[in-house]
């Protein structure tokens, strides 16, 4: 039952062949067997869970009308604020920490009756590649146990991976849910700046967060966008427009007549070889369903990681002020006379790991006075010029396309010692946030050299999110036709699991 | 050396003044969540998770904010920016929830205006045009109680209390530019200026503008220069000055700090001061010798503020009487002499004297009272007339007991110092403390003959003509009723028992 797609066992639920609780059940035991090995999971609100799922079950049983996804299991990252469940993103800092309010994605999962299993482990505030910077120990690829499973989204794409839960919402700054989703075999997307409310979403970067969805198909990838999706007035970013018709399109998935273009910066050296050659072989599949590919031009996307790891650490290094032990969290060092600076400054010792001090200081140093014009100023104008980059591109292809990381998944500790190769990862990924417009990663096949899952990238203009679902249904289903069953047949059962 | 006197200050110095007005609006919610803002309720009982920074928490404008702020800039003769944008200030401290604050950097919202005050000097009425800078938003921070330790400031206290409820309360900052030329009238015409802004954000109805609850704060930055120098002396930045005469004083007390400081060949520190209310000296806050860097940049949580012109010419037609043209009205109205009407606007009672007047008190008699005995009472005790326990109500109660012929003048000068002693409101206070105007001729013609047997030389005096003598008879007789009689009647009734009637 858990190796279902989302649909699937929505289909089931309506049809009266399960209920709710015995999906819940099937997927918090799946959790108790396989994630002592994958660590996906920071907490699991087993009872929470199963309360939410008999209240559904009796909805339905009254004759309710439930949305679609209502019953259906579900990941939460740990970066969104969820009442009474402990709410850490991924740091020691926030340890403990029982939000008093509902984010406003959790009030949306909520309300459309999905069943929110537990949340899952991140990156520390979601500033990493491979969930390693996490504060309570890394996640581990289901494909490969050596492996990373990506980041900063790595518990919810493991989960989804490792059948633990059908769908999971991620967030994604530089890339968080595409690379993760790309290097555990599964549909994740970034949807446009501003479509998916950030309210209760802990900031890292503020003008480039975003929270969406995972899935093990791009139909219920679109049925989890469709939920979280929507205007939000407590959220002064959020834009107030009706949600791009996601669903209708995954639906439809046809590229006859798309225009597809190559973003010419975006491959070739520097990407693995197996990638290159299910990325070229996606381009072809889809050519051979009546797209025409063209190549395009985007010459500043070679400034857009240096602008990234400006733009991120500056906004970083204010978001995270707040974490000053005073109101919440942890608190360090209050011993007898201890002033309350000295205290601010234990706990934010104590409670941050390296990776988001690194950003924190590199963000202080680019806002400070006498650099800011040369550093967050610059970052700036590249980001202009990123915008325009994209905006010519999207007038010569209705989608743009690249593989979505450069490298398959790679072993836990590799590049722990070294932030630029871990940074290099996004470099496919970081110009969609720059641009506030919106991606999907949908599995292209395994990499010949390791068998290892590689990620096919799709990015659309701003509130054009339903064109990455036409795009990358008509991919998904011609690639299924190829491969005979799903990618994640091909990973190895786990210990225990099913 | 001895401390210079004012006169040799200003003798010598020039000095340059810059003023910074932080007005807290009186909107219902707060600047960035819709918690509220009512003054004066239990600690931490207005906060949410957006004004307490909870993590994922983000803020959204209140929309009466940014419209209460363009009038302030239209009444202020500002130009309204059609982009602005709000930026973080970024610092340490725990009553700031976010350790940023939400303010205004290089964009804000008006810029360009100007406040024309009169004060009264030696010449005569003289104008000073001062010119506003900028206008722009800011949220408050919480406020801090430091428990313990010598000085009340966080270093060497025990404990910190802690209250949030002020957190987020949308402040409109008023930046003046440099105002120079003032000369000896420096302290005065910085406490023009704030009256007349505070004046019109009262007529604007956008601030509760108490002084005393901190609603209008001002900051005043003075520098001196040598007379006839074009280069700018160190400013001093004070802070704390919360009612219109610590403005003056403040200054005042500064300009003879750096004075005294310069005499001796040191020099002026740049640094915030604290203002001393008790003893109108100022105290060294935080050197900003080396600037503090915020490092400010644009808030990616809140859009840009484009306001349409057309909105910004809607709100410039609701403009109120500007408070010079009302003070003109007034005066003609009224019919108040100069030297009347210049001394109400010194003494601040010009707002109350209005209100006691709209009770339906005569414009005069209402006047008379808030100048005299009570501003006189409140001198005494060196507070504003405004913190006294009297309220237009009670003098307009007042002046209509003396228009009846209950309260003689004398009798009802008792009855204020009764109601400012919280005894109760006039009439209470009537009854209480039995004052009664002694209406009985009979009464009043048996303390007549006795006092006029008692002082027969003098009651002779008058009988023969010498009408100034009487003065003492009267006197005597008003002592003899216990203040009760009303004089006028005693006189009338004493020079017809003299044979002067």
Request: some cysteine.
């Amino acid at each position: 039952m858990i190796r279902q797609s989302a649909t699937q066992m929505a289909e089931a639920l309506a049809d009266g062949s399960t209920t709710s609780v015995e999906l819940t059940k099937a997927h918090l035991a799946q959790i108790a067997a396989v994630d002592g090995q994958v660590k996906a999971f920071l907490h699991v609100d087993a009872d929470g869970a199963l309360a939410q799922a008999s209240a559904v079950d009796a909805k339905r049983k009254s004759g309710e009308k439930l949305s679609p996804l209502a019953g259906i299991p579900l990941a939460l990252k740990d970066v969104l604020a969820q009442r009474g469940v402990p709410t850490t993103a991924g740091s020691k800092i926030l340890q403990g920490w029982l939000p008093p309010y509902d984010s406003t994605v959790v009030t949306k999962l909520k309300s459309a009756g999905l069943v929110i299993l537990g949340k899952t482990n991140m990156d520390e505030f979601a500033m990493g590649s491979s969930t390693e910077n996490s504060g309570y120990g890394p996640t581990f690829n289901p494909w490969d146990l050596t492996r990373t499973p990506g980041g900063s989204s790595g518990g919810s794409a493991a989960a989804v991976s490792a059948f633990e839960a059908p769908l999971a919402v991620g967030s994604d700054t530089g890339g968080s849910i595409r690379q993760p989703a790309a290097l555990t075999g599964i549909v994740g997307v970034r949807p446009t700046y501003g479509a998916v409310s950030r309210f209760g979403l802990i900031a890292y970067s503020s003008s480039l967060d975003q929270a969406g969805p995972f899935g093990r198909t791009v139909l219920d990838t679109a049925l989890l966008h469709e939920v979280m999706a929507g205007h939000d007035p407590k959220d002064a970013t959020s834009i107030n427009a009706p949600v791009p018709a996601v669903v209708a399109a995954a639906k439809s998935g046809d590229v006859k007549g798309m225009k597809i273009g190559v973003i010419k910066q975006l491959q070739g050296a520097g990407y693995q070889k197996g990638v290159q050659a299910r990325f070229d072989e996606s381009l072809q599949v889809l050519a051979s369903l009546g797209a025409e590919i063209v190549e395009v031009d985007c010459p500043n996307f070679e400034y857009a990681l240096a602008a990234y790891y400006l733009i991120a650490p500056s906004e970083c290094s204010s978001n995270l002020a707040r974490f000053d032990a005073m109101r919440y969290g942890v608190r360090t060092g209050d011993s007898d006379g201890a002033s309350a600076e000295a205290v601010m400054s234990a706990t934010r010792d104590a409670g941050f790991g390296r990776e988001v001090k690194r950003r924190i200081i590199l963000g202080t140093y680019a806002l400070s006075s006498g650099y800011y014009d040369a550093y967050y100023g610059s970052a700036q104008k590249i980001r202009t010029l990123i915008i325009e980059d994209y905006a010519k591109a999207f007038t010569q292809a209705d989608v743009l396309v690249s593989p979505t990381a450069p490298t398959t998944a790679y072993k836990i500790g590799e590049k722990v010692d070294d932030p630029m190769a871990m940074y290099l990862g996004d470099v496919a990924t970081i110009p969609v946030n720059l641009a506030g417009i919106c991606g999907m990663s949908l599995p292209a096949g395994l990499a010949e050299e390791d068998n290892l899952p590689v990620g096919f990238q799709i990015m659309a203009p701003a509130m054009q999110d339903q064109r990455l679902y036409q795009a990358g249904a008509a991919l998904e289903a011609a690639l299924l036709t190829k491969w005979g069953a799903p990618i994640l047949s091909k990973a190895p059962v786990l210990a225990g699991g099913k | 050396m001895a401390l210079p006197t004012y006169d040799e200050v200003v003798a010598k110095w020039d000095p340059v003044l810059g003023l910074e007005v932080h007005v807290e609006l009186n909107t219902q919610s707060k600047m960035f969540c819709s918690c509220a803002t009512e003054f004066g309720a239990a600690p931490n009982t207005q906060t949410c998770p957006v004004c307490l920074a909870l993590p994922g928490a983000l803020p959204v404008v209140n929309e009466k904010a940014i419209e209460s702020t363009i009038l302030i800039g239209l009444a202020l003769n500002c130009k309204i920016a059609p982009y602005s944008r709000f930026a973080r200030k970024n610092y340490f401290y725990p009553d700031m929830p976010k350790n940023f604050q939400i303010s205004q950097y290089d964009e804000p919202i008006c810029f360009d205006g100007y406040v024309d005050v009169e004060i009264d000097t030696e010449e005569g009425p003289k104008q000073f045009r001062i010119e506003v800078e900028r206008v722009h938003m800011e949220e408050d921070t919480g406020k801090s109680l430091h428990v313990g330790g010598a000085t009340g400031r966080i270093h060497g206290a025990d404990y910190s209390l802690l209250d949030y409820n002020r957190a987020g309360i949308p402040l409109v900052e008023i930046v003046t530019k440099i105002v120079p030329g003032t000369g000896k009238y420096a302290p005065e015409v910085a406490k023009a200026y704030v009256a007349e802004l505070r004046d019109i954000l009262r007529g604007l109805k956008v601030s509760d503008v108490k002084m005393e609850q901190g609603s209008l704060r001002c900051d005043a930055n003075v520098s001196l220069k040598p007379i006839g120098s074009d280069v700018l002396g160190t400013r001093s930045e004070t802070k704390n000055v919360n009612s219109l005469r610590s403005v003056e004083r403040a200054i005042r007390g500064e300009m003879i700090r750096h004075a005294e400081l310069l005499n001796e060949g040191k020099k002026v520190k740049q640094e915030t001061r604290h203002f001393q209310e008790d003893t109108g000296l100022t105290r060294s806050g935080r050197s900003k010798e080396q600037a503090e860097d915020y490092r400010y940049f644009p808030d990616p949580d809140l859009l840009p503020v484009t306001p349409a012109a057309t909105w910004i010419e809607e709100l410039r037609a609701t403009l109120p009487e500007r408070p010079s043209l009302r003070r003109k009205r007034i005066k003609e109205e009224w019919n108040v002499p100069d030297k009347e009407m210049q001394a109400m606007i010194n003494a601040d009672v010009l707002d109350i004297v209005e209100a006691t007047v709209l009770l339906g008190a005569d414009p005069t008699k209402a006047r008379t009272w808030w100048l005299g005995e009570i501003s006189r009472i409140a001198n005494d005790q060196n507070i504003a007339v405004t913190e006294l326990a009297i309220t237009p109500a009670d003098v307009a109660e007042l002046v209509a007991l003396v228009a009846a012929g209950e309260l003689t003048d004398k009798l009802a000068r008792q009855v204020v110092e009764g109601v400012i002693a919280g005894e109760g409101k006039p009439a209470e206070v009537v009854a209480k403390r039995g004052i009664k105007v002694v209406n009985d001729d009979g009464a009043l013609m048996a303390a007549i003959e006795k006092v006029c047997a008692e002082q027969a030389e003098t009651a002779e005096k008058v009988r023969g003509g010498h009408l100034p003598a009487a003065g003492a008879l009267i006197g005597a007789v008003m002592k003899e009723t216990k203040g009760q009689a009303d004089a006028a009647r005693v006189r009338e009734l004493l020079l017809g028992h003299l044979g002067q009637g």
